[in-house]
């Protein structure tokens, strides 16, 4: 099974980067907007609470497709299961292309896993993706019980069950996944918190209220830059250039390819096609926009490439699918 689980990562991974070849962003001009489409401000539904990664990334893109396509957007926060809790309202909207959903490859995660019925390839349309980034674990910038990775091996092989974490925490999400896969490679046991609300996992290791954090660099750069978390592991397979003082999962010896976070936006499956074309072609000019991606360059979304457009993203959710249920299998979710 593990034979197996590798090469469904491997392929997973040569897909990803062939429809990142085959799907890079193109400023070619906005096709025609479809006669009496955005005469009225569009809904963009973002599944988490404010301040997180999510709602940064869904606030920039609204502006940016609303300086390049001339739409205007009412960025709606619906946080609550692990993501899971806004999709009944936006399956709810109608099919009219006017209720954007942003959201998180958990989407994907909860359908292989099945706590959805909705296949985000299927019965959603995405629009584009336009972050797709690796993950950290994070500790407070003061602490002195560990203060780099090995030193934390070593506190949490002392304390079995003791070290807490906070992260999402849905039951199958990629955190939860990869941290398995880590402490099966390392021997470790970590007591996983979730947090729905970013602001609370956030607030939870500064306070002292957890001992590290999962999350992607990113959605912490103001903490960082401020000084108050460092990460002391990437789960990426070579160290990217911003922390090249960070050690990879690999290198601390557990073998296995990460899954990575990505994020995009949707309709509904039969929206009109040319409001599909339209939105498609917006999403596509903000993630040119200059002042967009100045904003992915701040968060590190331009270390892996990230933007993907209808067909890309298609087969980046169909790729992370296969390897979820195969993740599934093999740990018996």
Known sequence: MEHKLNEVMKSAAAAVALSACASLAQSEGLPAKPAGFGDRPLTMIVPFGPGGGSDQLARAMAKAMEEEAGLAFQVVNKPGGGGTAAIPDFMLAPADG??????????????????????????????????????????????????DWAAFVEFAKANPGEVTMANLGRVGSMEL????????????????????????????????????????????????DAGQMKPILTFLNDRPDAFAGVPTHRESGADFEALTRFRGFYVKSGVPEDRVEYLAAACAAGFENAE????????????IDSYRDIEGSIELINGAVETYRAMYEQLGI
């Open 98 to 147: 006017y209720t954007v959903l942003e959201h998180i490859d958990n989407a994907v995660s909860a359908y292989a896993n099945g706590d959805i019925r909705e296949n985000p390839a299927v019965d959603w349309v995405p629009l584009c993706m336009t972050q797709i980034t690796f993950s950290q674990i994070y500790i407070r910038a003061d602490e002195d019980r560990f203060t």
């Open 177 to 224: 996944v990869v941290m398995h896969q880590l402490s099966e490679a390392l021997g470790l046991d970590v007591k996983q918190i979730a947090f729905d609300k970013p602001a609370e996992r956030y607030g939870a290791l500064i306070g002292g209220h957890v001992d590290v954090l999962f999350e992607q660099p990113g959605d912490v750069r103001s903490f960082l």
């Open 292 to 303: 967009y991606a100045e904003f992915n360059r701040k968060k590190y979304m331009h270390l």
